[in-house]
């Protein structure tokens, strides 16, 4: 059931990269094959929750043993502005003694029971897993007879994790969405501005930076597909005017398909990047014009543009003085890849490198152009080597995905999180300006400094920095006066100098100018302090309690060690 | 003794436990050179390893047999190959730790058989480098059951059955995986106080301690060394710390006869005392003044803290030991576990928690039991209750990964449960509420049925 499906989305006429293949080669899919051992990316249940489960009101229901969910919820950076049931996380929790009995089906079917009853959400998603695909549970059937018993949408998405990629996942999300939800819904209120926005997850909350430049141009988001989403929008997404398309490596099979059945026309850009969220303006002004909307559109829509990018460039310049010359390296996928660099390379920030491994071939021809050099352009580069391109500090910043960002951290090299983990948002004109300054923070942060300076200590604990306290052995005996009283026998030197090596270690509660003199400097260190009355601060004392200096008079008046004997 | 109560729900509402697999791997990660290996499709590998990695704050080797709808119908035993040989060439690992996932377990095949033929075949490439086998599905157990059948697998794998001899002051720990980094670091200080030298397995402190180390390396790099495990017989006594770990300590006595002594838990006074005295016994050393002094001063924190102890209603949610662990600590103090939630049945120690009643059960179930407490224990994902709820969230165990620095903590010992006294006591004292005439309203209080206290303002934790 899942082949022909999962065949379908092989062939993509909307994919350039796909059509640039012959037909055999079409068949294999899009991800090149595993190699076990060797192989650490998500599988398609991930790919299809990342793009499902940013629709806040619906109920996300996993069916099947524990890891699936249980080892993945509750991760996602995307924001909602409404509800929260998408953040709870339901599975059927499969046992062995289901899978055994062939319980599987029964136990879905109660569990999608319970949760309607329990929050009456607008749709149940069910997500099949390897396990239940295993042993052929009728997703199909649960699915209809629930829809049918409970008056909700029950929605099947198969995209069990060992049929594929994350990516093929995503796809196959798309396909539920098409099969299940879209057009399923008609709003009163259709109008020719309306628009839909697929791939926008809503990270961080950085649609919300984006929206309100629609809102001013009287352009309403129909759908967007994930982030922020509502069910009832997602299946009126038939009657949008446009579609903007954001991520294609994602989504392209939704927005063409979309195409061919509500002859919705789409386009490819993106909100990241200055000039990037300018096009994407036009464009969705231009599409909407096409499709019937008034031309005086294509004129609000310079003038807002005109207006922010004067702003936000403004503000870009100041950083300026603080980034010119200052080496970028960039790590990660396909969109983000040239228009961020585009911006950066704006106020004078030098791209050393980027990644083109989920790039369409028209990306890497923009970037080869941008870049004006094919060597810094890499398909994807290994954790080795990334590390010992940091080590050697041919960047000052890299800007990645969660993945690696501790190749980043261990060569001690400032980093940035630019993807789906983030905590920032850096969509639009003002997001472009907070990863600008986000990258102004972490590049120019001290800690860099501090780590990045060799250790005093060498690997055997021999002090090889400067010193301190500027003691040789032979000039400290000399510097220091004869002690009056003479540490006691049995060897009780000074605490915490149990070597003679270590002079540095002045910080132990003012004993410097203590015992450097003293018979036992110069010993092999005697034995460890002895315990209970003798802690830090007690001080050998000689049985009259003369104190040679005043560190001693300090540490006996603090009465450590003398009232309490364990 | 407790109750131990099942819930009948079909669908499990933001699942308290972590998968088997993930439990055995945390084993294998303690080890010196390893890189855990699941037998499953990528994406059981990419959880898990994303999880490790959000709660260590570190890179994670953990690597996939990459299993396909075509090798789990046609059988597994190639991808299981071919990932033992490419891990061996491309990290030398000195260990590779293979779990099993349900995908595989479901299809069902003789795992372990097909694993000694690879060996067998395979003998001199992978000459240096120990592969044992944990069969661990995730439609079955949680964290604790993974980490004991990883151990189990390592003491049965590697282990020499033939001691040349007992080295009298050797000994084995096993340490449960609600042991942080710092627990560790305290247990092996107070072992070495004795004059004793101890091999800990799984030892996270060296492994998963975060350091910045001068070059790139794909295993795991710190741990029980491989050498260690295998001489692991010359211990004169073992210490099995949490009953779970009990199935291990009985291989090694059976692998070796190692005699074994089991502690239930090391937070609390009268437990550590416990521990302290075996160590003297072990060692025939008298017990170090400086741990004396440790443990009047644990006596002075549980004088000082009980006050914010006492009465207080406290509800758990956490891994069986674990559970044990933290509610034997709170009821030492006086306070009183109103909701007890655990992952699975099976452990002998349920009966002994000191509640009434023990739910297995899922964090959504700790939501509904919860009202009315004054803390909440459990992991990161207790979150979004104790946003519902308004109780304060004090966070425990695995996962962590919206805090920093959980691995640092010591809450074992007399220091260490010093130190969560104080920690505990200072989330009370920092959600203590001003008093309020309608508070206090004592008409007001006699209408409601719940305790006497203003409502609750929604929290930010």
């Known amino acids: 059931m899942l082949s022909p499906k999962v065949q379908n989305l092989f062939d993509e006429p909307g994919c350039d990269k796909n059509q640039a293949k012959d037909e055999k080669a079409r068949k294999k899919g899009c991800s090149k094959p595993l190699t076990p051992g060797a192989a650490a990316g998500g599988c398609a249940f991930d790919g299809a929750k990342i793009v499902l489960q940013p629709i806040t009101d619906v109920a996300h229901l996993v069916h099947a043993p524990l890891a699936c969910e249980g080892n993945s919820w509750d991760n996602r950076g995307a924001a909602s502005s409404g509800p929260m049931l998408w953040r709870t996380s339901f599975t059927t929790d499969l046992t062995e003694l289901d899978v055994v009995m062939g319980q599987g089906e029964r136990k879905l079917y109660k569990a999608i029971r319970e949760i309607v009853e329990e929050h009456a959400p607008p749709a149940v998603f069910v997500y099949e897993t390897c396990v239940t695909a295993l042993i052929g549970d009728d997703l199909d059937a649960v699915c209809r007879h629930a829809t049918d018993k409970f008056g909700v949408p029950v929605i099947p998405v198969h995209a069990a994790g060992f049929v594929g990629s994350k990516n093929l996942g995503n796809k196959l999300a798309g396909e539920a969405l098409l099969d299940h939800v879209i057009g399923t819904h008609e709003p009163d209120d259709v109008g020719p501005y309306d628009i839909n926005i697929l791939g926008e997850f809503n990270l961080a909350g950085e649609f919300w930076m984006v929206k309100p430049l629609l809102d001013e141009l009287g352009i309403r988001i129909r759908a967007c597909i994930p982030g922020d989403a509502r069910y009832l929008d997602v299946a009126s997404a038939h009657t949008a005017r446009a579609t903007m398309m954001v991520c294609s490596t994602a989504l392209i099979n939704l927005a063409r398909k979309m195409e061919e059945r509500w002859g919705i026309p789409f386009f490819e850009g993106s909100f990241y990047g200055v000039a990037d969220t300018s096009d994407a303006l036009r464009q969705i002004a231009k599409l909407l014009v096409a499709r019937g909307a008034d031309a005086e559109l294509i004129d609000r829509t310079e003038t807002l543009i005109a207006r922010e990018e004067a702003i936000a460039w403004a503000r870009l310049e100041a950083f300026r003085p603080r980034l010119e010359g200052k080496r970028v390296l960039l790590n990660t996928g396909g969109v983000k890849s040239w228009s961020i660099a585009s911006a950066l390379m704006e106020i004078g920030i030098e791209i050393v490198g980027t990644s083109t491994k989920k790039s369409t071939d028209e990306d890497k021809a923009r970037i080869k152009q941008l870049l004006e050099d094919e060597h810094k352009m890499f398909e994807g580069m290994a954790p080795r080597d990334l590390y010992a391109l940091l080590e050697r500090h041919d960047a000052d910043i890299m800007l990645s995905g969660g993945r690696t960002q501790f190749i980043a951290l261990k060569a001690r090299m400032p980093w940035l999180d630019i993807n789906q983990e983030r905590h920032h948002p850096y969509a639009g004109y003002d997001g472009m300006v907070e990863l600008v300054r986000q990258i102004d923070i972490a590049i120019h942060n001290p800690v860099f400094v501090e780590v990045n300076e060799p250790s005093p200590f060498d690997a055997d604990g021999t002090v090889i920095g400067e010193k301190v306290i500027g003691l040789s052995r032979r000039s400290a005996v000399a510097a220091e006066p004869p002690l009056p009283v003479p540490p006691p026998p049995g060897g009780r030197g000074l605490v915490g100098m149990g070597s003679s090596q270590s002079f540095g270690r002045a910080d132990v509660g003012g004993f410097s100018g203590f015992g450097a003199g003293s018979p036992t400097a110069g010993a092999p260190s005697s034995s460890p302090p002895s315990r209970g009355r003798d802690r830090e601060g007690g001080v050998g004392l000689s049985a009259d309690g003369e104190l040679a200096t005043h560190t001693h008079k300090k540490f006996a008046a603090s009465g450590a060690g003398d009232a309490d004997d364990c | ?461």
Request: with cysteine; glycine share 8%.
């Open chain 2, 1 to 461: 003794m407790a109750h131990v109560l099942h819930s009948e729900k079909a669908a499990s509402t933001n699942p308290l436990k972590s998968s088997q697999p993930l439990g055995a791997a945390f084993a294998f990660l303690g080890v010196d050179g390893c890189v855990p290996l699941f037998h499953g499709s990528q994406g059981c590998t990419s959880f898990a390893l994303v999880l490790f990695v959000r709660h260590f704050k570190e890179t994670i080797p953990l690597q996939t047999t990459a299993m396909d709808e075509v090798a789990t119908i046609m059988g597994g035993a190639d991808h299981l190959e071919e990932a033992i040989l490419n891990l061996k060439s491309r990290t030398k690992p000195k260990l590779i730790g293979v779990c099993t996932t349900a995908l595989v377990e479901t299809r069902g095949e003789d795992f372990a058989g097909d694993l000694a033929m690879i060996k067998a075949r395979r003998a001199e490439v992978l000459a240096g480098t120990e592969v044992v086998l944990a069969a661990t599905p995730d439609f079955n157990g949680s964290i604790e059951e993974g980490w004991s059948k990883a151990v189990v697998s390592m003491i049965d794998g590697i282990t020499s059955r033939v001691s040349p001899r007992r080295n009298p002051r050797r000994i084995a720990v096993l340490p449960g995986f609600d042991m942080t980094v710092a627990d560790i670091e305290e247990i092996r200080e107070t072992i070495e106080a004795f004059g004793l030298e101890p091999t800990i397995l799984p030892d996270v402190s060296g492994a998963l301690d975060g350091t910045v180390p001068g070059k790139w390396i794909p295993t795991t790099y710190g741990g029980t060394s491989v050498e260690d495990i295998r001489s692991l017989g010359e211990a004169v006594h073992c210490l099995a710390i949490g009953e779970n770990q009990r199935a291990a300590a009985e291989k090694l006595a059976e692998v070796a006869d190692v005699p074994y002594t089991l502690f239930s838990t090391l937070t609390g006074l009268k437990p550590y005392d416990r521990f302290v005295t075996a160590l003297s016994e072990i060692s025939g050393r008298p017990v170090p003044a400086k741990l004396r002094r440790q443990r009047s001063q644990l006596a002075d924190a549980l004088l000082d803290g009980h006050f914010h102890f006492g009465g207080k209603k406290i509800a758990i949610a956490a891994e069986p030991d674990h559970l044990y662990r933290l509610a034997t600590f709170f009821a030492a103090l006086g306070a009183e576990v109103t909701t007890a939630v655990t992952t699975t049945s099976g452990s002998a120690i349920l009966r002994k928690v000191p509640v009434d009643e023990v739910h297995v059960g899922d964090l959504g179930l700790f939501e509904k039991l919860a009202g009315g407490a004054d803390l909440l224990v459990t992991h990161s994902h207790g979150r979004q209750a104790s946003e519902h709820l308004g109780i304060p969230l004090f966070r425990v165990g695995f996962p962590i990964f919206d805090r920093l620095g959980a691995q640092h903590r010591c809450h074992v010992g007399y220091r260490g449960t010093r130190d969560l006294i104080f920690d505990v006591a200072n989330v009370f004292q920092s959600n203590l509420h001003e008093p309020t005439p309608e508070g206090l309203n004592p008409f007001a209080r006699r209408e409601s049925d719940h305790d006497s206290r203003p409502s609750p303002e929604p929290r930010r934790h």
